[in-house]
């Protein structure tokens, strides 16, 4: 019967001791992971997406764009690079002043005047 309870303890002995090596093995492995699931279980989590920043060429065309719109100018286009606009198209004689009057009050660097007056 000795011999039996003799074994008995050295097998938890030897199970306990496992269990310390085990445990000692794992220690840091997952504790990320469980202290960001304790903290955020109850939290949303908000991303805000980063602006994208408008090209000063895209920002530029869409003010002669909307300035030729100011001043009643249809059939006109607008190109810019680098700051430089050009207007293209077809327009009679009398909005002539008015395109261009649309187009520097963007204040670009250049107006190139491509337009054929009808």
Do not use: F, H, W
Request: hydrophobic share 40%.
């Amino acid at each position: 019967m000795q011999i039996q309870s003799a074994k008995n303890k050295l097998l938890v002995a030897g199970l306990a001791s496992l269990l310390v090596v085990g445990a000692a093995a794992c220690k840091g492995k997952g504790e990320n992971t469980n202290y960001a699931n304790a903290n955020n279980s109850n939290t949303a989590v908000v991303m805000t997406p980063t602006p994208m920043a408008v090209p000063p060429d895209t920002t530029l065309k869409n003010t002669v764009q909307a300035n030729l719109t100011k001043y009643n100018v249809t059939g006109v286009t607008v190109e810019v690079l680098n700051g430089e606009v050009t207007l293209k198209g077809d327009i009679a004689r009398a909005k002539l002043q008015d395109a261009l009057k649309a187009a520097n009050e963007a204040s670009p660097s250049k107006v190139n005047n491509q337009l054929n007056i009808k």
